[in-house]
């Protein structure tokens, strides 16, 4: 039976308000985010992390839960394609996609949609990807793999444009609703031997938030 309204827990990025402090909290926490995102080769493990720090779940753990779809997988974009060394005329048959949201206890960290070439990686591999809510770097990790990031997009910021001779405003300390999906990393993975196997689009969610904000004394 579906819990009723009142059965609902509070859900704690409710605790974040519209004040000056709390959007320089958050404009720091997505920072330290994306910049470890960037220095280390798992995304997963990163996430992983993350959620054990702001104890996002009672037993913090990653998993991926494939997103299912009717509709038929999409190409690879040609600006990741031309990285994986594809030589076949029809490069969508050399490739795999697999599209899962990153779960951390009830909560979606992101989204995660990934195209990897199947003859780069191991049979066992391959069931794994196929089989498993495993997520794909720790599925990949033998292969002892390095990331490298091409691109990155903020779909938002909590301050406003300073640069622009802005100051930070007080805000109402009202709730602060926070949107759906925070920023955006396209990435290339390669095997220890340099060998592209994957190109990856990962869209990082506001559930990556919801915790009691730092109290300040």
Not at 76 to 90: I, K, R, V
Not at 122 to 128: G, I
Not at 179 to 197: E, G, V
């Amino acid at each position: 039976m579906p819990a009723s309204q009142h059965d609902m827990t509070p859900l704690p990025d409710l605790l974040w308000r519209d004040t000056g402090l709390h959007r320089l909290m958050l404009s720091a926490l997505l920072s330290r985010l994306k910049n470890q995102l960037l220095l280390e080769n798992s995304a997963t493990q990163t996430l992983d992390a993350w959620c054990r720090q702001q104890k996002l779940a009672s037993a913090p753990a990653i998993r991926a839960v494939r997103v299912n779809s009717d509709t038929p997988a999409p190409p690879c974009p040609p600006e990741l394609a031309e990285h994986l060394q594809l030589t076949s005329q029809n490069a969508s048959e050399t490739l795999r996609y697999r599209h899962v949201r990153l779960i951390c206890g009830a909560l979606t960290l992101s989204h995660a949609e990934n195209w990897y070439r199947p003859d780069r990686l191991t049979k066992e591999m391959n069931t794994a990807l196929e089989t498993t809510e495993t997520p794909f770097g720790l599925v990949t990790t033998p292969l002892g793999f390095s990331r490298r990031t091409l691109a990155e997009q903020d779909l938002w910021d909590p301050l406003p444009d300073i640069t622009a001779g802005m100051t930070i405003p007080d805000g109402n300390n009202c709730q602060l609703h926070l949107p759906r999906f925070l920023f955006r990393h396209q990435a290339i993975l390669k095997r220890h031997d340099a060998a592209p196997f994957s190109a990856v689009i990962e869209t990082y969610t506001s559930d990556l938030l919801r915790f009691t904000p730092p109290h300040i004394a």
